[in-house]
């Protein structure tokens, strides 16, 4: 079982962090899981959106799997 992953930050000395862009490898023998994984974040003015994609063979449970939030700083 693991998860290895990377992520690129834009970031202006300003505001922050505000642009991220993630991808990464799940990898689990044991569950026969074997996917790469693909993301976003933005972030602006306290608020923030993430997308998160898996892909993987078809017919497998986590295939196209896509997972959304929405943040907010106060």
């Not at 044991?30 to 994609?53: C, H, M, V, W």
């Not at 898996?54 to 896509?66: I, V, W």
């Amino acid at each position: 079982y693991g998860l290895v992953g990377s992520e690129m930050c834009i970031r202006d000395s300003w505001y922050g962090e505000y642009f991220a862009i993630r991808t990464g490898y799940y990898y689990d023998k044991t569950g026969k899981i074997s996917n790469p994984t693909f993301g976003i974040g933005l972030r602006f003015a306290g608020y923030g959106f993430d997308f998160g994609y898996t892909y993987g063979e078809p017919g497998h449970p986590l295939t196209n799997t896509m997972r959304f939030s929405l943040n907010m700083e106060y």
